[in-house]
């Protein structure tokens, strides 16, 4: 009886193995060999890469096409982009309802696009093109108000509100520079450098400061600093230093105390801090571009500084305009 029922029992169990099987196969679900486990372990592995791949491939599509929108964006907000500037600069009548220029690298058409003008503190002037204005025999050659209408120099008419008569603007395309580039001010003045910043200067140059000020506060504790160093004998040294936060970047101006000049003609071998002024300062593509005047005996002497990577640099975009009356 245990012979006929053994091969009976042997069957059954063959028609359940086989009907689970094919059961699980219905719902996905594979039984196999270890051999053929491993190879179809490491067919699945495979799969699971190019899945994986072409899940990066398309995030990194993703972040690509972020990044072209971003790059759009930032062009679309504003970022100046240095390498389109002009030097172009001009001084206001009195009442400031024109300027002319006295120093541009422009050509005509180009002097004809200008539209804009920055005033000292960053403020943004609309103005419009006039003409070519010629020099007479009463031309002292003096860049100042009262010779206004006697010098050389294309002419602008303020559109909007008047300019500060006799000061000193940059001209330009709304399109390389408008008012949304221009950091804020907040403050302007000579405020004394206080004791961490002074020995924070120290520590990285090397040397004692003699008197330091702010002279331009932006949002964001951005700030302008005019440093200046005790003299080495007849060597001296002054910096201009953009201050962002707790990071210092400086631009020096080592000079030699002589014939009672130093940095400027007549100045005595001293600085002072009223004698500068910030026209502007405008974010762009490379860092921060810093538009400086710097009055002395004879005239000011007008600069952009840029913000490099652990310096300021100084750009081949200025000018001289000549006020001494002597």
């Avoid at 990066?56 to 690509?64: I, Q, S, Y």
């Avoid at 936060?245 to 600085?271: C, H, Q």
């Avoid at 100084?314 to 001289?320: E, V």
């Amino acid at each position: 009886m245990k012979n006929k029922l053994f091969p009976l029992i042997s069957i059954l169990t063959l028609i359940i193995l086989f009907g689970t099987a094919a059961t699980c196969n219905m719902c996905g679900i594979n039984f196999t060999t270890d051999t053929t486990a491993t190879s179809t372990t490491e067919s699945d592995s495979s799969e699971s890469v190019v899945e994986s791949t072409e899940e990066t491939t398309g995030d990194t599509a993703t972040e690509e096409s972020a990044e072209e929108t971003i790059s759009e964006g930032s062009e679309d907000n504003g970022l100046v982009n240095f390498s389109e500037l002009v030097a172009v600069f001009a001084m206001a009548n009195d009442p400031g309802d024109k300027l002319i220029t006295f120093y541009s690298d422009a050509d005509d058409s180009g002097l004809k696009e200008i539209n804009g003008a920055i005033g000292e503190d960053g403020k943004f002037y609309t103005i419009e093109y006039d003409k070519k204005q010629a020099s007479n025999d009463q031309d002292s050659f003096r860049v100042v108000a009262d010779n206004f209408n006697n010098m050389e120099g294309y002419l602008y008419n303020a559109t909007g509100e008047n300019l500060v008569p006799d000061n000193t603007y940059y001209l330009c395309k709304s399109e390389v520079i408008n008012k949304e580039d221009l950091l804020t001010t907040i403050s302007t003045g000579t405020e004394v450098l206080d004791s961490q910043t002074n020995t924070q200067i120290e520590d990285i140059k090397g040397r004692s400061v003699q008197e330091g000020w702010i002279i331009t506060k932006y949002n964001g504790d951005t700030q302008i600093l005019i440093v200046v160093f005790e003299p080495e004998g007849d060597n001296m040294l002054m910096s201009i230093v953009l201050k962002k936060d707790s990071n210092l970047k400086f631009i020096d101006y080592p000079a030699t105390f002589k014939n009672y000049s130093a940095w400027r003609v007549d100045d005595g071998g001293e600085i002072d801090p009223k004698l500068f002024s910030i026209l502007f300062t405008a974010q762009t593509t490379e860092g921060l571009l810093i538009a400086v005047s710097w009055k002395g005996a004879e005239g000011h002497s007008i600069f952009f500084l840029l913000e490099k990577t652990d310096s300021l640099e100084r750009l081949s975009i200025d000018a001289s305009r000549y006020t001494s009356a002597g």
